[in-house]
Structures are given as structure tokens and as C-alpha cells.
């Protein structure tokens, strides 16, 4: 796929670049596709992992695309079956995806590497969520940002719109490992592919259970998994997945992962 987002398969893994000259910044219309992108990922049983980067070495994404805004566009825009960016309200979505961070991530962009389960960042990506000085509110990490890093952190980020760099990103638990610029998406396909590996079935269970248990009491998630009332649970737990992991630990081998 050309235009705004490029996509390519490297076996079981996709990757995703958002390149919309100059900044990378979204308007519906890009959001749309990749909402249809990640669909697809979702929906492809031969695609186990994504990687989601963008073009060029400065911004990963500033977010919404202001001139958009500036042209009419309202906040509120048909952003797609994903949301904004395709990725923070895709229903169903149980496969791991990787945040290769290039550089900048502000706004509706560091919305969207909260949207991902794993962080890459390059040495020089920097974080803000600067929608105070455009008018607007930073919804999904209004929602997203306490429930990750201390309160007062959050808030301090929401309100004041300042900037913060990799290494005080992973002070506070907000991405996972910091490289150097060229070693980002070497890095990242290492841990794609050690992730496409990876028994598909207990990842999907990890992230259908962390989704739909956040709301609940302890006592009322337990309920939900040992009964089997979420369906990668019963699945996993009715799997010839389940099977071949107990024989490949009696065997002392290593695991082969069939998703089913």
C-alpha cells in the first residue's frame, strides 16, 4: 500500500509507516485507512505482530492534523472503525503491536503509542500532550495517562503541555526500551519476530483479559477467567495450543505454536 500509510509483510509480521510529509500528522481520512489497516491485521490469521513506525528521523506524530482543524475539520471526525489512529478503540484487537518511536510523538501521536503494547524508542523521541494551546483536549490520554504513571505525573503532562524526553518517558513505565536511532527498527524486528514465535492463543487471552477486566473487582476478573467467559480464554484453554505446550515441556523441546 502507497499514499499516507505504507504497509509490508515480512512473514508474520506487518509493518505499518505513517509518511504524510511533512510532520506525519493525521486527518480523518488517514486515520480511516488506518483503522482499515489494522482491521486487516486483526483479521489476517497469518499476520502475528505489527510494528507501527513512520517515515523520516524527526517526528513519529504531532497528533491531529491542524490545518485539517483549520479547514473545518471538527474534533469529532469520522476517524474510522479504530478511532484516531486507527488503533485506540479497535474492537477485537488480540495480537501484540510494537511502537517503533522515531522521534516527536505529541498529541494525538503519543495517544497512539499508548495504544500499543510495546514501546521502541529511538535516543532523540521526545513526548507532549500540547492540545492546551490548540483548544482541545487530549481525550484518550485524559483516560489512558493516569491509569499508566503516577497521578500527579499525569496531570502535571495534561496540564502544562511540556515536553518530555525518552530517558524521563521511561523513568515513569511509559515505554519499554530507548536505542539508537539506527538500531530502532533492527531492534524492533527482533522483538517482532521473537513475538510471531510466540503462541498466539496466550497472547490473545493476555490481552482480551487485561481489556476486560480493567473496570472490574479482582475477585469479579477471576470469575470471568475461570469460568470461561471470555472467548480467547475458552478458546485457549480447548486449544491443541494448550496440548502442545504441556507436551513440549514433558519433551523438552521447543513448542510449535499452530493457533488453533
Known amino acids: 500500500m502507497s499514499g499516507p500509510i505504507r504497509c509490508e509483510r515480512r512473514g508474520a509480521v506487518l509493518e505499518v509507516t505513517i509518511d504524510r510529509p511533512k510532520a506525519n500528522a493525521i486527518d480523518a481520512a488517514t486515520s480511516r485507512?488506518?483503522?482499515?489497516?489494522?482491521?486487516?491485521?486483526?483479521?489476517?490469521?497469518?499476520?502475528?505482530?505489527?510494528?507501527?513506525?513512520?517515515?523520516?528521523d524527526r517526528f513519529f506524530c504531532p497528533g491531529w492534523d491542524l490545518k485539517a482543524a483549520a479547514?473545518?475539520?471538527?474534533?469529532?471526525?469520522?476517524?474510522?472503525?479504530?478511532?484516531?489512529?486507527?488503533?485506540?478503540?479497535?474492537?477485537?484487537?488480540?495480537?501484540?503491536?510494537?511502537?517503533?518511536?522515531?522521534?516527536?510523538?505529541?498529541?494525538?501521536?503519543?495517544?497512539?503509542?499508548?495504544s500499543c503494547d510495546l514501546l521502541i524508542v529511538a535516543e532523540h523521541a521526545t513526548f507532549?500532550?500540547?492540545?492546551?494551546?490548540?483548544?482541545?483536549?487530549?481525550?484518550?490520554?485524559?483516560?489512558?495517562?493516569?491509569?499508566?504513571?503516577?497521578?500527579?505525573?499525569?496531570?502535571?503532562?495534561?496540564?502544562?503541555g511540556r515536553r518530555i524526553d525518552a530517558q524521563e518517558a521511561k523513568q515513569w513505565g511509559l515505554i519499554n526500551e530507548i536505542v539508537p536511532p539506527e538500531r530502532l527498527m533492527a531492534r524492533s524486528r527482533e522483538l517482532a519476530q521473537q513475538l510471531a514465535e510466540g503462541p498466539p492463543l496466550v497472547f490473545a487471552a493476555i490481552k482480551e483479559i487485561i481489556r476486560d477486566t480493567a473496570h472490574l473487582s479482582i475477585e469479579e476478573a477471576f470469575d470471568k477467567v475461570t469460568r470461561r467467559r471470555l472467548p480467547t480464554v475458552?478458546?485457549?484453554?480447548?486449544?491443541?495450543?494448550?496440548k502442545?505446550?504441556?507436551?513440549?515441556?514433558?519433551?523438552?523441546?521447543?513448542?510449535?505454536?499452530?493457533?488453533?
Request: aromatic letters at 8%.
Open 33 to 56: 485507512i488506518m483503522g482499515k489497516v489494522f482491521a486487516g491485521f486483526r483479521d489476517d490469521d497469518a499476520l502475528r505482530v505489527a510494528i507501527l513506525t513512520a517515515a523520516g
Open 71 to 114: 479547514a473545518g475539520e471538527p474534533p469529532d471526525a469520522d476517524y474510522g472503525v479504530g478511532g484516531f489512529g486507527g488503533l485506540q478503540q479497535l474492537p477485537g484487537l488480540n495480537k501484540p503491536v510494537i511502537g517503533a518511536i522515531n522521534g516527536l510523538a505529541f498529541g494525538g501521536g503519543f495517544e497512539i503509542a499508548l
Open 128 to 160: 507532549a500532550l500540547p492540545e492546551i494551546n490548540s483548544g482541545t483536549v487530549a481525550d484518550a490520554a485524559s483516560i489512558k495517562l493516569p491509569r499508566r504513571i503516577p497521578f500527579h505525573v499525569a496531570m502535571d503532562l495534561l496540564l502544562t
Open 234 to 242: 475458552d478458546r485457549l484453554y480447548s486449544s491443541e495450543d494448550q
Open 244 to 260: 502442545e505446550g504441556a507436551r513440549a515441556f514433558a519433551e523438552k523441546r521447543k513448542p510449535v505454536w499452530q493457533g488453533r
